[in-house]
């Protein structure tokens, strides 16, 4: 069973920064990207960054030069490291991976941790 557990949320002033972690385990298939998604009140979860097993980086366009996706293949764990942050950053934002075997995909998705960016 995949277990992803972020951490690293919580509030902050516009401008500041903050980094998020999400551990895997559980892990039996080939992971093919891991990365983050957020979710604001009222809003559909939406992409923020994705890195891919051979390291390939990918950014919404409202977080591009801001944030900064990473990860550290020993730990099985991947990392957002978030600066300037705008009050529109606000959001739950969960920690996903991807994974194949075979031909069947899979999508885990971690419970979430809050960010609140204050004006």
């Known amino acids: 069973q995949v277990q992803l557990v972020e951490s690293g949320g919580g509030l902050v002033q516009a401008g500041g920064s903050l980094r998020l972690s999400c551990a895997a385990s559980g892990s039996r298939f080939r992971v093919t990207a891991m990365g983050w998604y957020r979710q604001a009140p009222g809003k559909q979860r939406e992409l923020v960054a994705t890195i891919t097993s051979s390291g390939s980086e990918n950014y919404a366009d409202s977080v591009k030069g801001r944030f900064t996706i990473s990860r550290d293949s020993a730990k099985n764990t991947v990392y957002l490291q978030m600066n300037s942050l705008k009050p529109e950053d606000t959001a739950v934002y969960y920690c996903n ?19 609140t960016v204050s004006s």
């Open 97 to 115: 991976q991807d994974t194949l075997n075979g031909g069947s995909f899979f999508r885990y998705w971690g419970q979430g941790t809050q960010v």
